[in-house]
């Protein structure tokens, strides 16, 4: 009987010296695995079809341009429009856009059509704000074409009307 406690101690004694050796093995092919599946599984997170989508590594900052008119203070005349940075007075380019700016007999985008302005064109705001269609209108006179009506500033993706300086 001592002869079979001893056997059984043996075997167990063998199997206790491959536990270790099975834990690494088991930790390695993790780590090759996610190595070869594009890296730590905690920073990804998985979509419901199945994809990763990597966090976003950088952010951008709003910087402001000197010289340009961006830089000057914002204001908010219409509570469902962007911020203008426009009053009356002020002097303004036509940017943001290839196309032509359309003026309006009325300040709004079903007032009649009265005019185009071409990008880069100097205008004059002498009227304005108004608010109508998620947009801030003003009235404005073109330097070079002499040609008036209400415009837009801009919308919620691009500025067509800067400030000058």
Not at 27 to 46: E, M, N, Q
Not at 63 to 79: E, F, R, V, Y
Not at 128 to 137: A, H, R
Request: hydrophobic share 35%; with cysteine; proline share 8%.
């Amino acid at each position: 009987m001592a002869e079979r406690i001893n056997r059984k101690n043996k075997s167990t004694d063998g199997k206790r010296k491959q536990l270790p050796f099975g834990l690494c093995l088991v930790v390695s092919l993790l780590l090759v695995g996610c190595s070869i599946a594009g890296g730590d599984p905690a920073s990804t997170t998985s979509s419901s079809s199945g994809g990763k989508h990597l966090p976003p590594a950088w952010t951008p900052t709003p910087i402001s341009i000197p010289g340009t008119g961006l830089d000057a203070g914002t204001w908010q005349p219409c509570d469902d429009a962007p911020p203008s940075q426009l009053e009356v007075g002020d002097m303004a380019v036509v940017e943001g856009t290839s196309f032509k700016l359309r003026l309006r007999g009325e300040p709004s985008l079903m007032g009649t059509l009265a005019g185009e302005i071409e990008p880069g064109d100097i205008v004059e705001i002498f009227n304005g704000p108004n608010c109508s269609d998620k947009m801030v209108w003003w009235e404005i006179r073109s330097v070079g074409a002499g040609q008036s009506g209400w415009t837009a500033e801009g919308n919620d993706y691009n500025t067509w009307l800067v400030r000058i300086d």
